[in-house]
């Protein structure tokens, strides 16, 4: 047996494995490659089942208050058109993601502080009353007090990402908010009973393979009921620009897989930024081990406004076209779309 096929044994009789193994991992090449795709496929099948869920994103709100410096929608950046969508067109939108064949529907927006828990708590209440369907939000660190009454509004899972291990990293990207914030925030939701959902983006500048196995082996560590990852996309408006991508194009997918194989559970979606990467990038993440799209539901006129990378997808699209899209793709991986809301797998 050779070293990749040793180590995926191990991984898949749920044995430990290090960082410096992980790192050997990602950075196999040609057969290895495809063999830790085909294994974490394998594993995403047996355990998740072929079935894709459906969570339709509604981008809110492009107002920050952060400075992030990958993110298109920092507040510094000046070229960005902000806006807010109304209550209304928030739980219409919700209306049309059911209608649609989202079991889920996920929040998303800046860090505004115009939603305070009062106000998306009101929203949340209608969606729940009105369509019943799941609800994720995702709209940056929040109080334990905010998120307890996020809680009891109805709101069933909460999506933050750690964006990175590296202390040093974090801090010199984020500077309106320590790495530990986020992680007590997790702690919070977590004890508040949320469903909760985190990851990291994949090659900020700097990282090494290295970087990207601590990465995996933190999110794995946090038990995650749901784990996004995308690659970093350097944007032109943002101290990052001009970033390059990382030199092996396939270490991107290498980490989904690997989050696969640490975590058989999860649920892992194809992530919108993999579609910048490559044109059929999200297809090619639900063959190496992940088993969630998001179809982008925000209506038409404000997604041009909500490009937190270049090149994102269908931002000339609107909800119904996204929709019909991901019906096509997912026909042709024949992979049928999830009934129901798709919940975590994992006891509490
Ligand atoms: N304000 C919320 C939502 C942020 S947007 C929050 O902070 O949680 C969701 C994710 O987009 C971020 O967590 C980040 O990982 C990702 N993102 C932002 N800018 C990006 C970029 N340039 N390339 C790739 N992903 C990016």
Redesign the pocket.
Known sequence: MNVTQELLSRLLANQPVTAAELALLLKAQGKACELIYATADGLRSRRMGDEVFLRGIIEFSNI?K?N?W???IRCDNTSVTRYRMTDEEIIETARNAQRWGCGTVVL????DPFYTAGRLGDILRRIKEETGLAVTL????RSRDELSRLKEAGCDRY???F?TTSNALFSAIHPDEPFENRVRCLTDLRELGYQVGS???IGLPGSTPEMIAHDILFATRLSLDMIGC??????PD?P?AEKPLLADREIYYKTIALLRLLNPDAHIPATT?FDALDPDGRNLVLQRGANVFMPNVTPGKFRRNYQ??PNKPCVDEDGAACAICVRGRLANLGRPVGSGPGHTKRLP
Do not use: D, I, K, W
């Open positions: 920050c952060n992030c990958y993110c298109g998303q927006s800046g860090e995702s709209v940056g660190v999506l933050l990402r964006e990851g990291f983006m995308g690659p970093f996309l350097s944007h943002t990052l930024a937190l990378y």
